[in-house]
């Protein structure tokens, strides 16, 4: 209702409260959020910034941005950020993000680890308490359902450790995927994720649903800089 008052009070006004407006996060504005920012910036050249990563979205279906007032014709520019994560894991991410598995879902393959078979996987114990070379790392488990984070809470209960909230070196923090969007980490561990995540053959409604699931554990898998657990589950 705020945004919307707002909005309807610098619609159409000539004089604005910026000089420039830049949206961080853009992939997931809602429609009257959109609005209103488009409302508050000025007119003209670099008027309002979007910066947006679509894989990313994980709220709510892409926005179309013309339908909300905002025009992007001749403006849209792609960024290559850097690769900061091994190959494989950047493989296994692309798969994730388009919905197809194409490896064993099972073992140890260089910087990627699956773990299956077990409610709170020993391996997810032996990540938490450090016991695979990680004290000098900063290290994530990171949760993408209620399921996902009593494992991720009881692993770090049999593991006998502290957690924190945010990346530092030779502590683990615990936290739900959305709440580490722009965080990194050397290692993270992802629970609650299942196989499902990757089936296409859905009815469209649930496929709209898995879509955004998928593009949770998409942003809980990027997370990292060296080494992914993925806890399957169900």
Not at 20 to 32: P, R, T, Y
Not at 50 to 79: C, H, K, Q, Y
Not at 110 to 116: I, K, N, Y
Request: net charge negative; glycine share 10%.
């Amino acid at each position: 209702d705020l945004f919307a008052r707002m909005t309807d009070y610098y619609d159409g006004k000539e004089d604005k409260p910026f000089d420039h407006v830049l949206v961080d996060e853009a992939q997931d504005l809602s429609f009257i959020e959109a609005r209103f920012f488009a409302a508050i910036a000025p007119d003209g050249t670099d008027g309002l910034l979007l910066a947006a990563e679509e894989s990313m979205r994980t709220v709510r279906p892409w926005l179309g941005m013309e339908e909300a007032g905002i025009d992007l014709g001749g403006r849209l520019e792609r960024l290559e950020g850097p690769c900061r994560s091994p190959g494989l894991i950047r493989s296994f991410c692309a798969d994730l993000i388009a919905g197809r598995s194409s490896r064993p879902w099972q073992g140890r393959d260089g910087p990627l680890v699956f773990a299956a078979g077990e409610a709170i996987p020993g391996s997810l114990v032996s990540f938490a308490a450090a016991r695979d070379g990680l004290e000098n790392r900063s290290s994530a488990i990171l949760w993408l359902t209620p399921e996902g984070r009593t494992c991720a809470r009881e692993a770090v209960t049999l593991a006998g450790i502290d957690t924190v909230q945010e990346p530092r070196k030779g502590h683990v923090a615990v936290l739900g995927a959305n709440d580490a969007k722009g965080l990194d980490f050397d290692a993270v561990a992802v629970t609650g994720f299942h196989q499902g995540l990757l089936d296409r053959d859905q009815a469209p409604a649930a496929d709209a649903r898995a879509a955004l699931a998928r593009r949770l554990a998409h942003l809980a898998c990027t997370r990292t800089k060296d080494t992914l657990l993925v806890c399957l589950q169900g």
